[in-house]
């Protein structure tokens, strides 16, 4: 095909699953090239601007491509519509460019769910191929090159580590954080410092975090976050090995006779959606859990009729969100000692706490057996003030205006103040959760959109009501005026993996214990899409984690 290239490897993607990859085989002088569909963005690009967090500008257009969402409806029934909801980012980075960067370990016992703590029914819960301890050297890689901030405090659910404390110091604290430890103390509990992948102090070229509070949802303009563009993809390319080709939107994967992949169409969307080739010896699949499900199954050939990896309809299955809720506790500033209320108003830093002391659930009122549990983040909200002063129009069905509106606005910033809490816990692999083809709804491009049922199992709804009371408490210790929280059943925008599942059974997983396509002996596929489970916090850390430890299987596979 004409104005096609050759690569050593070539990277669909650019996020947390494709950057330690580019990065490792460009040092090992090996010639990469990353396929991005979006554009590259720099830090003064993401000035602090609440109008540009996860801009339409970062992302797909919805009148371009889309997805078709199914949800239950509660009574048997389903729900169908289109959505945009699960375009997280396509830049070069990927969504990672735009995380609020929680970064904790998944913990022993999320390698091995089944083994701990049994079946259970309408669930697809399997053990991992791999154990924590295979993974815990590519942890600790990741906070020393990309660069993590925190603090390790001993508490009960503590998981193993090969180092003593992180590598950076713990990002700037807001006061309010010492009121938050001294009430869990209160109750027994183990209050964390939050590990983020957010430099506290300058690294490799790249700034500390200047703590405007624009972070999650918004785009870093110090380079402080640990994106995978800015702590990976600026070194591959430095090296001179590696090429990011963007714009670039992969549509197909082609294979030879023998099943092997050799090549990655693509459209070139900066030059009129024209179709152009890519060759290499190696190609990995990093697209996000979605969108990399749809290319496998878009992926036909003679080897692979049904899709590369699809021999046995596995591709698409067990996808999974991140099961949990949310929770507030507000202050009123009238009710407060003088200097609890100055402390309050202070803006900037984070408030860097979570509880991991219902990570695991021994309570005989939810379970006659300990069952998982999850973890509880304590955060301020980004600043919005546009979007809080305009839900701020209306007084029930009344619209607001003048002087009752300005009084309403003057109360809101100045007489109160908000906390939340985010529960994260499993949410369990089952029949009614996957990815497929939609039959009807195309792309522009004229290829079936992909199909999200995103159905949840009922568990995932007991754990979740337990961590959002005991979330609740916490603030009422704090004295918090108003508390309340709530679960979630419907599917997150971000934090979505499974799809392709990675195992030792070729029948129930579409990828080897390396994540290798168990069919296409030179295709890998590292982004969440491989994790059987998410465990019960953010999964990009592990992500990182394990693109950096199948790196490493790559190269000794191109040395052979």
Not at 361 to 370: L, Q, R
Not at 418 to 432: A, G, H, M, P, S
Request: net charge neutral; charged share 25%.
């Amino acid at each position: 095909m004409k104005n096609s290239k050759q690569f050593d490897i070539c990277i669909v993607g650019s996020g947390a699953g494709a950057g330690p990859i580019a990065y490792e085989l460009a040092k090992a002088g090996y010639k990469v090239g990353v396929l991005e569909k979006g554009k590259w963005f720099k830090e003064n690009d993401f000035f602090k601007d609440e109008q540009l967090g996860r801009h339409s500008v970062f992302r797909s257009q919805f009148k371009d491509e889309r997805h078709a969402l199914e949800e239950p409806n509660g009574d048997g029934t389903w729900s169908s519509d289109l959505t945009a909801q699960f375009w997280g980012g396509n830049i070069v980075g990927g969504a990672i460019n735009f995380m609020s960067a929680y970064f904790h370990r998944l913990k022993p016992q999320d390698f091995r769910l089944v083994s701990e703590y049994g079946d259970i029914e309408g669930a697809n819960n399997v053990d991992w191929p791999i154990s924590y301890d295979d993974l815990e050297p590519y942890y600790t890689k990741v906070e020393q090159v990309i660069g993590v901030s925190g603090r390790v405090v001993k508490h009960p659910q503590q998981e193993p580590r090969s180092t003593k404390d992180f590598p950076f110091p713990p990002t700037a604290e807001h006061p309010v954080a010492q009121h938050f430890d001294a009430a869990c103390k209160s109750l027994k509990l183990h209050p964390l410092p939050m590990a983020r992948g957010i430099l506290s102090i300058p690294f490799n070229g790249r700034l500390s975090c200047e703590y405007s509070g624009y972070c999650g949802s918004y785009g870093c303009h110090s380079g402080a976050k640990a994106s995978s563009r800015a702590a990976l993809l600026d070194e591959a390319v430095k090296t001179g090995n590696c090429e990011i080709v963007t714009q670039a939107k992969v549509y197909r994967l082609n294979s030879d006779e023998s099943g092997k992949a050799i090549s990655a169409d693509y459209f070139d969307l900066a030059n009129e959606d024209s179709s152009k080739r890519v060759f290499a010896n190696v190609f990995v699949v990093a697209c996000y859990s979605i969108e990399s499900a749809r290319l496998l199954l878009n992926s036909t050939g003679d080897k692979h009729p049904n899709g590369i990896g699809n021999r046995y309809q596995q591709v698409g299955k067990n996808l999974h969100c991140c099961a949990g809720g949310t929770g507030h506790g507000v202050f009123e500033m009238d009710k407060l000692k003088e200097f609890e209320a100055k402390q309050l108003r202070i803006r900037g830093p984070f408030f860097n706490r979570a509880l991991q002391d219902w990570y695991e659930i021994d309570d005989k009122a939810v379970s006659s057996k300990p069952i998982k549990g999850g973890t509880l983040d304590f955060v301020f909200d980004p600043p919005l003030p546009t979007g809080e002063t305009a839900s701020l129009k209306w007084q029930g069905e009344k619209l607001l205006w003048g002087t009752p509106l300005k009084q309403k606005i003057k109360s809101h910033f100045t007489k109160s103040k908000d906390f939340k809490f985010e529960v994260f816990c499993d949410w369990l692999t089952n029949d009614d959760c996957y990815v497929s083809l939609d039959p009807i709804e195309k792309d522009r491009w004229g290829q079936s959109v992909a199909k999200v049922k995103a159905g949840f199992h009922p568990h995932d709804e007991k754990v979740a009501q337990y961590l959002v009371e005991r979330g609740v408490e916490v603030m009422k210790a704090m004295g918090a005026h108003q508390a309340w929280g709530n679960v979630f059943t419907q599917p997150t925008s971000n934090l979505v993996a499974g799809g392709c599942r990675f195992g030792n059974d070729v029948k129930t997983s579409v990828l080897d214990k390396n994540c290798r396509v168990h069919d296409c002996s030179n295709l890998y596929v590292t982004d969440g899409s491989f994790m059987p489970n998410g465990g019960s916090v953010t999964p990009t850390f592990t992500i990182y984690a394990n693109a950096f430890r199948v790196a490493d299987k790559i190269i000794v596979q191109l040395q052979k």
